[in-house]
Each structure stands twice: as structure tokens, then as C-alpha cells.
């Protein structure tokens, strides 16, 4: 079976503090893709990064960063130098190959304090 | 860009009402979805559609039903509310095909409340 765990229900950091989100997932399949939307408090989803199984090169844009590491089945992100604009809720999701259904992890509630 | 829209932000409905909440986007997607959020719960797939009058049921297709008789517009129906389907309601497209990445789009959102 598939599944996303982010273990974080809640982080709250104050404005230029580093905060890592985590995302374990679970597949049996060889070929898969990972995503991370951000839901600020407007309630979109917002696409942010997609990786693919084949792919682990870690990417940066900007203040946002993501490792993914298949040894772990994570693909955690970093922001850095945090701002508040940065607060909302943030999901981790999964797909296989051979599906359109994305799995969600049930969301990170990420604050950030002036 | 891609665009998704949802007919409504909020509604409130009474219990026994038949609701319908409306999605249409506008960059000729195969694929569209509806999905709930609730609380600890993240999103939970309702029903999704790979084309036109075509659906499936995703994890929590209890109590609702859907209707895709164009292709950018696809609808969510409760026949019967009840309380236990207030929740956000979500719903999302993409363009469809098993292989590459094929993000989905999310529309804003429609908060239903049933009294």
C-alpha cells in the first residue's frame, strides 16, 4: 500500500529561522512521483516542486530547498531565513507511475512569527 | 496558467438539501478531481473523472455522486446533505496520461457548511 507520513502536525518558528518539513513515503513501486503543495490561509493549493523516483538530485529555489533521499523514502523541505508570508499549511503527496490519484500526507500547519 | 475555479467560497446548506458544487477549468485537462480536507485528516479523494462522462471512485465516494458532461466542468452532488459532509471541498485537474509528472491544479476551495 501506499502512504505519506508527515510526522509535524504543527511548527511554529519565528521570521529568519531555518524549519525543515518532513515527508516519509511508502511505495512498492520503482517508479514514482513526489510533490509538495502549499495551501496558504486563501485555501488553494498551490504547486511548489515535483520530483521523480529516478531523479535525487536535491534542488533549490530561492529560500526553498528539497532532499529527497530514496535510502530514507524521504523527501523533506527546508525553507530558510523564514518570513511570515511563509505560514500556511504545507502537504506532501505521492503518485505511481501508472495512476493519475495523488496520496496526500495529512499537511504541516507551518507558522511563522514577526 | 492553469485556471480552476469553484462556484462558490462558502455555502451553507440545510441537512436533507441536494447540493451541488460546480468546478470548470480552462486549459482543456483530461483529468479532473474532487477531494475533501478536513482537519488531521489531509485530502481524501472523492471521486475523479479521465474524461467526459467517465468517472471513478476514489477513497470516500459515500453520499456523493458526480456529473462531467463537458469536459471543463465537473460536479460534485450531495443528493441528501448531512452534517458529517461539512468539510472543504476541493477540486483539482490535470492533463491526464500514466506517464510524466502531471502536477494537479487546485481550484480555491468551497467551504460547505450543513446545519
Known amino acids: 500500500a501506499q502512504k505519506v507520513t508527515q510526522a509535524q502536525t504543527e511548527i511554529s518558528v519565528v521570521e529568519k529561522e531555518d524549519v525543515t518539513l518532513d515527508c516519509v513515503y511508502e511505495?512498492?513501486?520503482?517508479?514514482?512521483?513526489l510533490f509538495w503543495y502549499k495551501q496558504p490561509p486563501s485555501g488553494e493549493l498551490v504547486f511548489l516542486i515535483r520530483r521523480n523516483s529516478f531523479d535525487e538530485q536535491n534542488e533549490i529555489s530561492g529560500r526553498y530547498s528539497w532532499n529527497f533521499q530514496k535510502s530514507t523514502s524521504s523527501f523533506n523541505f527546508t525553507i530558510t531565513a523564514s518570513q511570515v508570508v511563509d505560514s500556511a499549511v504545507y502537504f506532501c503527496?505521492?503518485?505511481?507511475?501508472?495512476?493519475?490519484?495523488?496520496?496526500f500526507g495529512t499537511g504541516t500547519r507551518l507558522q511563522v512569527f514577526p | 496558467d492553469v485556471k480552476v475555479t469553484q462556484s462558490s467560497r462558502y455555502l451553507v446548506k440545510r441537512t436533507g438539501e441536494k447540493v451541488f458544487l460546480e468546478c470548470v477549468q480552462d486549459m482543456d485537462h483530461e483529468n479532473m478531481f474532487w477531494y475533501r480536507q478536513d482537519p488531521g485528516l489531509g485530502l481524501r479523494l472523492i471521486y475523479f473523472?479521465?474524461?467526459?462522462?467517465?468517472?471513478e471512485k476514489g477513497d470516500i465516494p459515500e453520499g456523493y455522486s458526480v456529473s462531467r458532461e463537458k469536459k471543463e466542468r465537473f460536479s460534485l452532488i450531495l443528493e441528501s446533505a448531512s452534517t458529517n459532509q461539512t468539510s472543504m471541498y476541493l477540486c483539482a485537474s490535470n492533463p491526464g496520461g500514466v506517464g510524466g509528472y502531471n502536477e494537479q491544479f487546485f481550484g480555491p476551495g468551497t467551504r460547505l457548511t450543513v446545519l
Open positions: 473523472s479521465y474524461d467526459v462522462k467517465m468517472k
Open positions: 511505495t512498492r513501486d520503482t517508479t514514482y512521483y
Open positions: 503527496a505521492l503518485r505511481s507511475y501508472n495512476t493519475d490519484k495523488l496520496i
